[in-house]
């Protein structure tokens, strides 16, 4: 089945420090995997997205996302957290179905940037 | 270029009343999904319409819910006879047509429809 994995329900990190949220995948054929973030009471706003190339994805707001086929995973990163990017992030896979895609997305991972 | 809109954007029935949601989708976009968010959960696909067409159903509730994206205005979301376990957030995402360069690469989120049932 296709399906996506975020294994950590919240990740905590100080402000300056990096930041990593995890995300693991299980598709058939090639992936196309996106990012997504989700503030309070908002609705989801694309952060990036895989398709195909360079395994390292830079994106919005200074945070970028590393392909990696052998493990199936892109994880999402950020050199230096910032407060204000304590939200929910959520990773998602394109899977295509009888000439048309959707996305399936993980549970999410609440990110808290601690002052 | 306005994004995707959706109204209301809370909503509050009593058990057994309907729900409708509205989801306008981006200018020049044809392909509308439905999204529902249960709390501290994730997204769970619902529906995938183009216009006049229901394309894929397969996360809809089999009984009381339905929807729809006619040729003229938006796409509704309906839900008869709520009950408690209805309580959720509704997304609804646009994408350009197929024939665009850009074509299913990405979905647009609308805001979200926040569904109370008392």
């Known amino acids: 089945a296709q399906s996506v994995a975020q294994p950590e329900d919240q990740v905590n990190v100080a402000e300056g420090n990096p930041l990593t949220v995890k995300c693991t995948y299980s598709?058939?054929?090639?992936?196309?995997l996106f990012w997504y973030v989700q503030y309070p009471n908002r609705g989801l706003q694309f952060l990036l997205k895989?398709?195909?190339?360079?395994?390292l994805v830079k994106g919005s707001y200074g945070f970028e996302a590393e392909f990696n086929k052998s493990q199936t995973s892109f994880h999402l990163k950020k050199p230096s957290a910032l407060v204000s990017d304590s939200a929910l992030y959520f990773c998602?896979?394109?899977?295509?179905?009888?000439?048309?895609?959707?996305?399936?997305f993980g549970a999410g991972t609440r990110l808290a940037v601690h002052p | 270029n306005a994004g995707v809109m959706q109204n209301p954007r809370h909503l509050v029935r009593r058990r057994g009343q309907e729900a409708r949601l509205r989801c306008s989708p981006m200018?020049?976009?044809?392909?509308v999904y439905w999204y529902r968010q249960l709390p501290e959960e994730g997204l769970k696909f619902m529906v995938y319409?183009?216009?006049?067409?229901?394309?894929?159903e397969s996360g809809m509730p089999k009984e009381r819910f339905s929807a729809e994206f006619p040729k003229e205005g938006p796409s509704i979301l309906r839900i008869q006879q709520v009950v408690r376990g209805d309580s959720a957030a509704y997304f609804c995402a646009s994408s350009p047509p197929r024939d665009s360069s850009i074509a299913g690469v990405e979905q647009y989120f609308g805001p979200g429809t926040r569904l109370t049932v008392t």
């Open positions: 319409l183009q216009k006049e067409n229901i394309i894929d």
């Open positions: 895989y398709i195909t190339g360079d395994n």
């Open positions: 598709v058939s054929g090639n992936p196309y």
């Open positions: 200018k020049g976009h044809s392909h």
């Open positions: 998602a896979v394109r899977v295509s179905s009888g000439g048309y895609n959707k996305l399936i």
